[in-house]
């Protein structure tokens, strides 16, 4: 007995005899592993044996399919390969050994090394390819190399979970890998057929690869991870075969054989898996769903968008990602239908649920009817923002130069052109205060906030701080600036008169801005660096301040 027909039929007794062991002992486990060549996950103990027991059954006839034609070994020499054509096939067997032999290496380690074996091989192929023009093998290394390089090096990137589900760059790269690989397997098999060599079964069963591919993506979705998916994967032995197969028949002439033409019922079996995945036309269709957008994006958002700010064919997808359901199977088609049932419903008039601001990025011209403002964009909403701001800007500059204007000098005989009035209206119970313009304030802060019980005028260091102002009416305050000592007190007509010592480093003690007018009050040290004498007359809704120099600082 050949050795490809010895091998098949110990795998079919082995499988069998694996299977009456997990019917006796109970488990699935003898025969997972048989069949599976791995150990089987926690979900096999908690699905029912026998449908399991089935599935592995099929798993092990197509195992034994698989060995028949893989340990055939080359056919009858037909023609001379050549160099080119003995490194192909060898390099095609060892890829069938590295995909068949289990590896317990890391995936990193794992995609190398099948990126070592690939390549050379996809070279090859596109030398000894007859009948294929020079762009088209061009094409097919440029499609292969990208199909085998940028998965690896999206894995040597960053190959943390995290940066697999949110990293835009990491799903635009394996996007790109997989159409690759889609165009790379249809121009092989293309290749093939104009070459001669290949048989139609060898054409059909790369053919038959898409269709387990579909196969294993529809179990996929409506499995969930079970036990029937991980079966179903067994199914992808058929691109295996395809390569022993592409070995086996290398060597046969090259010929015109009849036009490849794929079978109808062929063609009806590959459309079963996409009418199951699109559905009927009247049912909800997933185009795409919100598990499909940005991870990041969605999170970024607190609320809703502006309709105005998004381009028109954005504000669906921006609108399944503010009403999405984690927790629900609910697909993208159904959530915009029941939110255009929302928009039907308030056009009418009647009650709905959703937010406004969230409909009007599905209907805007029926939510705009009685919402106007949503239809604004961010810019425009910043725009009447700031002009209502520079309107209350305004008004208040109108009524500061109004309470400027009331109020007097009191004390008009003592003039100096270093001098200034305005009024400071107390809003939010601070009081003013008079600073060297370049000194640092805060420690001298602390210790007037900290006193008891703070006098009108309070100074320390190089700060003093008024608190004569009320919150009931403007404090109309007049400082003058003077070279030498004013005249002796005067208390008539004044509730309060206090002095004290600030000193100036810089030179320049400043009045802070007290109206919203604008009056600039200048420079209140007169002789420069130095100590100077602050004298406080106050009455209600009055505030003189005299300010002289003391001694200079050395």
Known sequence: MRLYRWAASVSLVVTLGAIVVSLVVGTATPAWLVTMWSPPSSSVGASPLVPVLGGLLLVGLVNAWMFWQVLRGPGPAGAPLGRAGVWLRTLLYANVAWLVIPSFLPDTVEVIIGL???????????????????????????????????????????????????????????????????????????????????????????????????????VDSLTRGSTIESIAEAMNVLYVVWLARTAHELNREVGREAPFRVPTGVGAAAMVPLLMVVGSETEPRLTYSWQSIDFTECLARLGPPRVADLPVHERERAYLCNVRKPDRDVSDQELLSRGRGACIRFAAGEPVKARPALLALLCPDVIGRKHPELLLSTAQINQQEAEKDRAVRDQLKREARKEDALCRDPWPALRTRFQATASYYDWDGQPYGIYDAEADTGSDAEVIWNADSPGAMEVSGQLALFFTPSQDWAVCVTAKALRSAPPPLRRKGWDKVVEADIVSESGRLVMQRLSASNVRFPNLARNGAGRYRLRLYTRPGVDLILVYPVRRVG
């Open 116 to 218: 070592v074996l690939w390549v050379p091989a996809l070279v090859l192929l596109a030398v000894v390819f007859a009948g294929s023009g020079r762009l088209f093998r061009l094409a097919l290394l440029v499609f292969g190399l990208a199909e085998s390089v940028l998965p690896l090096v999206a894995r040597l990137a960053d190959d943390s979970v995290l940066q697999r589900f949110v990293s835009p760059a990491y799903g635009v790269t394996l996007l790109v890998a997989g159409v690759a690989g889609f165009v790379v397997m249809v121009m092989l098999l293309l290749a093939q057929r104009r070459d001669g060599r290949w048989s139609r079964a060898t054409q059909y069963i790369g053919w038959g690869t898409f269709g387990s591919a579909f196969l294993v993506e529809l």
